[in-house]
Structures are given as C-alpha cells and as structure tokens.
C-alpha cells in the first residue's frame, strides 16, 4: 500500500500514514456475513511513500530521494520509495514523464536501493479530453481527468527501463 505526500510536497502526511499501517488495528465493519463486526487487522509493514511533487515542485530528483530517505529513517519506518512520474512531477505536463521514468532510471542505476517502483498516467492514446454530457463525443482510449502518455511511449518506457535495471534487479533479489 502506498502513501503520497501532501499536495504541497511535505512528507509528514505520507509518513504518519506508514507509521499508523504497520501496525495492528481494529474497527467496525462488516464481515462475510454481512454482519457489523470488529475487523482486525495485522498491520503492513512493506507499505511505501509515493513522491508525487507538491506546491508545482517536483520531488523525483536524486535530492528529494536522499531527503526522503532520511525522513523514512527517523520515523523508523522502511525506506520503500514509489515516484509518481506525473503531478508535479512532470509539472502536469504528459510529455514529460519519459523523462522523469528515465531520471528515475538512472538513480537506481547509480546504486539507489530505495526507489521500489514508479507510476505512470497511462491511456491508450496521449493527452486528455473534457468530460461533456454528450458521450459519443468522446474519444476512445483518451483520459477524462489527468493528461496521459500513450499505450506506445509507456511500453517503450517500461520496457526499456527494465532491460536496463534487469541485471541490478536479479543482483539484489539474489542478496535476500
């Protein structure tokens, strides 16, 4: 499970939030039954931060995950790291986020043990389009929200990030 840091870029919220996950907890729901009940839970203690950007800044650079890190370490919580190429991060430009997805790349390349994945804003076709109360106008496979890379630019990224990062990843699940 994953915590992004508040819209201004501050990372209290996200790590308050991993700090409460990891541990049990009980509340009121309901069951298989159908029936209220106290649920317990067992805790996550693999949960991440996501860095999202804030206040129109990013926050992917190898700065940013360094401060993090430390962050993570003080609140003694696991520095497990997903960045979200989008947001602030690409300064809510689509076109961008290849470039973020190869910083990103280059970090882990570089010896950053941290960073345990990446989101993209994926659709099968680029950008965005208005959500209008005449629905055949709109376009297949184009978001209605947050402007997104294409089907295309996001395989050719994640491909070619993970044939890059493919002889480090086998390195490190060897060393577990």
Known sequence: IGFKNGTDGSLTVAI???????????????????????????????????????????????????????????AGVDKNIMIDCSHANSNKDHNLQPLVLENICNQILDGNQSIVGVMVESNLEGGNQKLSDDLSQLKYGVSVTDACIDWETTKDGILSMAEKLRPIMKKRASNK
């Open 16 to 74: 308050n939030a991993l700090q409460s996950v990891a541990k049990p907890h009980r509340f009121l729901g309901i069951n298989s039954d159908g029936k209220v009940s106290v649920i317990k839970t067992k805790g996550n203690p693999h949960a991440h931060v996501v860095l999202r950007g804030g206040n129109g800044k990013p926050n992917y650079d190898s700065v940013s995950v360094s401060i993090c890190e430390q962050e993570l370490s003080k």
